[in-house]
C-alpha cells in the first residue's frame, strides 16, 4: 500500500497526537501508547505494568465498569490492550462515524480510570489465572521471553518476569495504582494515533476538544537500561514438568535499534536466513538433513522485532528430540554462523529472504490494527512513526557483507544459554 501521509501535533498538556488518513475503507484506529513498560516496574512490584493494562479496562469516574466494553462494541469495534517492555498499549479500530466515541474513551480514561479496592483485587485474580493459563500449565510455559532473560540480563529491570510473581501483584494496593498511573499515564507520557478514514481537520478538533483538558503533569524522567552484554557464556537449566522433549534458547545482544537501525536490521535478515522457511540454513540441517530438532525458531526481539529500544535480544530456540544432546544442536548452529561469518550468503538467498519481509510487513500493515498500534509504536520508541513504511526498502538494503558481519558478532562468548529439561515424564 502506498504510505499516507501523516500529521503531527502536539497539545498544551503534552499530548503528541499521529494522524494517518486512508480512505480506502469506512473504519478508523485509535491507539493510545504510554512509555512504560514492565522494565520501569520497580523492585517488588513485578507484574505492575500489565497488571495496571487490565485496570484500565475497568470503568473510570464517569463510565461504570464495562461501559467501554459496551460502547466500542455496541458501534461494531473491536478493542484491546498489550504490555511490552518498554510501552503499553491501547487500541480501538471503529466504523469511522464512531470515531468521536473512541476518542471520548481514550480520553476519558487517561483522566480518571476508576481505581478502587474492589478492581484491584478482581483483576489481580484475572491476571493470576492468565499466568496460570499461559505459563504455569503449559508446556514451555514462559519460553522464551520469561526464561531467557535473567540468564542474558543482570539487572532488574532487564532481568525480571514482566507477568508478575503471585507474592508481588498479591501485595499491591489502590495507593500503588494511583502513584503508578500520576507517574506514567500522564499525557505528556504517551502517543495517540488515528489511523484510517478520518478527515483531518475534524480529527484534530475533536481529539482537542477530547484530550484538550486532561490535566497535564510532568513526563517522567525515562532511565538508561544499558548494560553489558555478558562477559562469557553464561548457562541456566529450567525444568519444566509438563514438556514432552528438551528444548534449547541462545540469547545474544543486538544493536541499538533507536541510534543504529541498519544494524539492528542486519541481524532480522540473519534470523530469515538461519531459520525462516523450509530453505532456511538451520531447518535444512537440523529439522530436514538430521532430523535432530522438531521446532525451531530465531529473531529479534522476544515479543518481535523493534518492539524494544535498547538492550535487545536475538534468540534462537530450538525443541530437539530427547536423545539428542543439547550440545550436539548447539554446537550446530555455531558452525552454521560460522559458515556465514566466513563467507556471506548469496544475493540470491539474501533477496528470498528480504522479499518475504518486505511481503510480511506491506501485508501486516495492509491490516488497520496493525497499521495504527506500528505508526504509534514507533512514534513512541524512534521518534519517527513513518518508519513502519521504510522499513522493506531498509530491509531489502541489507547486504550479504552485513550479514556476515551479524552472524561473526554471535560469539559463543558473549551468550546466554537456557536448556529446557522435562521433569514429569510427559508424553
Known amino acids: 500500500m502506498a504510505s499516507p501521509e501523516l500529521h503531527r501535533f502536539t497539545l498544551p498538556n503534552g499530548l503528541r497526537v499521529v494522524l494517518a488518513p486512508d480512505a480506502s475503507a469506512p473504519v478508523v484506529g485509535v491507539s493510545v501508547h504510554y512509555d512504560v513498560g514492565f522494565r520501569s516496574e520497580p523492585e517488588g512490584r513485578t507484574g505492575f505494568a500489565h497488571l495496571f493494562e487490565h485496570l484500565m479496562f475497568q470503568g473510570s469516574e464517569s463510565l461504570e465498569k464495562l461501559a467501554h466494553f459496551r460502547h466500542v462494541q455496541s458501534s461494531g469495534g473491536t478493542f484491546n490492550g498489550s504490555t511490552h517492555p518498554d510501552y503499553t498499549d491501547y487500541y480501538q479500530v471503529l466504523p469511522s462515524a464512531a470515531l468521536e466515541r473512541a476518542l471520548f474513551l481514550e480520553a476519558d480514561r487517561m483522566r480518571a480510570p476508576k481505581i478502587t479496592e474492589e478492581n484491584l483485587r478482581n483483576q489481580i485474580d484475572v ?41 508481588d501483584l498479591e501485595s499491591a494496593t489502590v495507593d500503588d495504582c494511583a502513584e503508578f498511573f500520576d507517574t506514567y ?23 482537542e476538544k477530547h484530550f484538550g483538558d486532561v490535566p497535564a503533569r510532568p513526563k517522567p524522567e525515562r532511565p538508561s537500561f544499558a548494560e553489558p552484554a555478558p562477559q562469557g557464556e553464561v548457562r541456566q537449566e529450567h ?29 532480522l535478515v540473519l534470523a530469515g536466513v538461519l531459520a525462516d522457511g523450509d530453505g532456511s540454513r538451520l531447518q535444512q540441517r537440523l529439522v530436514h538433513r538430521e532430523g535432530i530438532v522438531i521446532d525451531l525458531n530465531a529473531g529479534c526481539g522476544l515479543f518481535g522485532p523493534l518492539e524494544a529500544r535498547d538492550p535487545d535480544t536475538f534468540s534462537i530456540t530450538a525443541i530437539h528430540a530427547a536423545e539428542v544432546p543439547a550440545e550436539q544442536v548447539v554446537a550446530a548452529i555455531d558452525e552454521e554462523l560460522q559458515k556465514l561469518a566466513q563467507e556471506p550468503p548469496s544475493t540470491e538467498e539474501l ?39 521504510e522499513l522493506p526498502e531498509r ?26 529439561k522435562p521433569t514429569g515424564g510427559a508424553q
Not at 499515564?185 to 481529539?207: H, M, R
Not at 510487513?361 to 521518534?383: I, P, Q, V, Y
Open 127 to 167: 491476571v493470576k489465572e492468565e499466568i496460570r493459563l499461559n505459563v504455569l500449565n503449559r508446556p514451555y510455559g514462559g519460553f522464551p521471553w520469561i526464561l531467557l532473560p535473567p540468564v542474558l540480563f543482570k539487572t532488574f529491570a532487564n532481568a525480571h518476569n514482566g507477568y508478575g510473581d503471585f507474592v
Open 185 to 207: 499515564y500522564s499525557p505528556s507520557n504517551a502517543v495517540l494515533t488515528v489511523a484510517g478514514d478520518l478527515d483531518v481537520e475534524t480529527a484534530k478538533t475533536l481529539v
Open 239 to 267: 525444568g519444566d514438568a509438563l514438556a514432552p522433549l528438551p528444548a534449547i534458547a541462545i540469547g545474544y545482544r543486538v544493536p541499538d535499534p533507536v541510534t543504529d537501525i541498519d544494524g539492528y536490521l542486519a541481524y
Open 351 to 389: 533477496a528470498k529472504v528480504t522479499a518475504r519481509w518486505a511481503s510480511t510487513m506491506h501485508k501486516e500493515h495492509d491490516r488497520l490494527t496493525n497499521r495504527t498500534l506500528g505508526l504509534g509504536s514507533a512514534e513512541l520508541l524512534f521518534g519517527r512513526a513513518e518508519l513502519i513504511y
Open 395 to 420: 530491509i531489502a538494503s541489507v547486504t550479504v557483507d552485513e550479514v556476515s558481519a551479524a552472524a561473526k558478532a554471535l560469539r559463543p562468548d558473549a551468550r546466554a544459554l537456557l536448556l529446557v
